[in-house]
Structures are given as C-alpha cells and as structure tokens.
C-alpha cells in the first residue's frame, strides 16, 4: 500500500484543527464481489420503493412479511447469493433488523430523534468544511445514493443544486423519517427523489451494484457489525461506485481522553443507541477491501469526547 499526499483541495474553516492527512491507495484492480451478478435490473431508489408499496412495511412503521408475497418480494428485492446479509435479509427483514437493533419503546425513538435534530448544529458547524470537501466528488457522479444511518437528514445540505440525485435514507430508527423528509425538502429534492427505509447497514435493502455512492456519517460508531456493513457498502455500490464517510474513532492510546473514553463507554452504548467511544473505525475501512482509498484524520472542537475523526472516500 503506498501512502501518498491528501487530494483534498483546501477548504477555508472558521476554525484552525490540527489536521493529519494520508492518502492510501492500493493499486489493484476491483475484485468484484462473489455476490454479484452483473448489473441490477432496477435502480436501488426504484427497489427501494418497491420496498414500500409492495406491503413489506405497514402504516405503523413495522416491517413485516405478507406471507403469500414474501417469496416473490424477497427475490425482487435482493439477490441470495453468497453476502450473508442478503440471503438473511431475502428470509426475513424483521428478524435482521430487530437483530441487529432489537425494537425500541416508540417514546424512546421520538426522544432520541428528537434529540439528535436539535443538538447536532454546532457540531455540524464545524464538520461542514469536511463534509463540502467530500460530497464535491459527487456532483454530476453519482444519481443514485444510498445513505445509511440517515438519522435526521443533516447531509440532505450538500445536495442542493444537485437536481438529478436519488437518495434512499436508511436508519432503523422510524421516528428519523419525518426529520429527514423535512430535511429532505429543505434542500430542495422533490418528495421522488427521497424514500425512507427502516433498516440497518448490516443489511441494506438494494441490489448488488445497484448505487453509485454510499454515504455514512457518524453511522460505524454504532452499528453491531462494522466489518459486515463494509461489506454491505461494497456490495450494493456499482464497480468504481464511492463511498463517503466521517466517523469518529478512539483518541490516541494513553492520553487522558483515551483513558476517559474507555470509562465512559458502556455508559455512552446505553444512552446513544449503540454508540461506541473507542472504535478503530479507519483501520476497518482500510482493511474492507476497497481498490482505492483516500482517508483523511481531523480533531474537532466542538465534540471533546468524541474530537478524533477519519472521513474520506473510498472506491469499489
């Protein structure tokens, strides 16, 4: 793997961080996943959908199975091939959903979303420069977008002007949606243009090699399976399809941060759904397989507990 230096173009931030960048690249070309098999026959914003109206998520927000319809929408929706996560989820979105996130009280979810839409901006704020830098590569590249951990729409900003953009938002979260449609809307994407899935990133209800770009921002930190999600990224991009990330990952081993951050862990899983202080997210990342790689390391102000970032973009 040759370390080469950031492609990044400079963004002028109202802030000074101490930024470290590299850019690593590995020279291989893609190796396609044993999963695919070849070009999708319908967009993942079209199956996703599909999802909808086709009666695999009721009025309540509570996916379930019509048993005479289950084995047709199952092999509509997503390949059985070798990904294990497809072939769970072509059995049963329920069970891998309430899996992977067992089903929380519906005042809880109300609560936590309601939470997250507002005290994020100061944090957003500060990341904007990052975030600018990465969805630039997107313009005029990708029509089709898959954003995992969708949350409350934040990201929905840096589509504006990018008319012809489909994005399918998945968060197992239901009370998210009427954040993010409103987040939706604010940027200007026309209701087509934006469909919610109740889902997890360790089985994303697309195709394979369905979408031009996977957008995950503050999603690894709290998902059951990192390695699997990765794996679930690169299955439903398109060959040289891009994924974009902003993840915050553990401070550096023996600092006082580090020190607090693996005290404070269990305490942060069980008041921020899953979230986890003391992950390794970029060295995942780098281990996933990607043909090539650019990730980049920023230290925030305004999220002291949480100030240790990698984000970039990554090739299939």
Request: hydrophobic share 40%; with cysteine.
């Amino acid at each position: 793997m040759m370390i080469q230096s950031s492609t990044f173009s400079t963004v002028a931030l109202p802030f000074k961080p101490r930024i470290f960048s590299c850019c690593l690249h590995k020279s291989a070309s893609p190796t396609p996943s044993p999963s695919s098999s070849g070009p999708a026959e319908s967009s993942g914003f079209e199956l996703g959908k599909a999802f909808i109206n086709t009666g695999l998520c009721c009025c309540c927000g509570r996916r379930h199975f019509i048993e005479s319809a289950a084995a047709a929408s199952a092999a509509a929706l997503c390949p059985v091939h070798s990904s294990n996560a497809a072939s769970d989820l072509s059995s049963d979105y329920k069970a891998i959903l309430n899996r992977v996130h067992p089903p929380r009280p519906n005042w809880y979810e109300e609560f936590y979303a309601q939470v997250m839409d507002m005290t994020m901006q100061s944090y957003e704020a500060e990341i904007a420069g990052y975030k600018s830098q990465l969805f630039d590569e997107l313009k005029g590249e990708a029509k089709e977008v898959v954003e995992i951990g969708v949350g409350t729409g934040p990201n929905f900003r840096y589509y504006v002007g990018n008319n012809s953009v489909r994005v399918i938002g998945v968060d197992p979260n239901r009370a998210m949606e009427k954040y993010a449609q409103a987040a939706a809307e604010g940027a200007g994407l026309l209701p087509e243009k934006f469909q919610f899935l109740q889902a997890v990133g360790e089985a994303i209800p697309v195709r394979d090699a369905s979408v031009d770009a996977v957008i995950g921002t503050l999603v690894l930190c709290s998902v059951g399976d990192v390695d699997q999600t990765l794996k679930e990224v690169k299955r439903v991009l398109k060959p040289g399809g891009l994924y974009l990330f902003v993840e915050h990952v553990a401070a550096e081993e023996g600092t006082f941060l580090r020190l607090l951050q693996n005290v404070l862990d269990p305490l942060q899983q069980a008041v921020s759904d899953g979230c986890h202080l003391t992950r390794f997210t970029g060295k995942n990342i780098s281990h996933a397989g990607f043909s090539d790689l650019r990730l980049s390391t920023a230290f925030l102000t305004n999220a002291p507990l949480i100030n240790s970032h990698v984000y970039g973009i990554a090739s299939k």
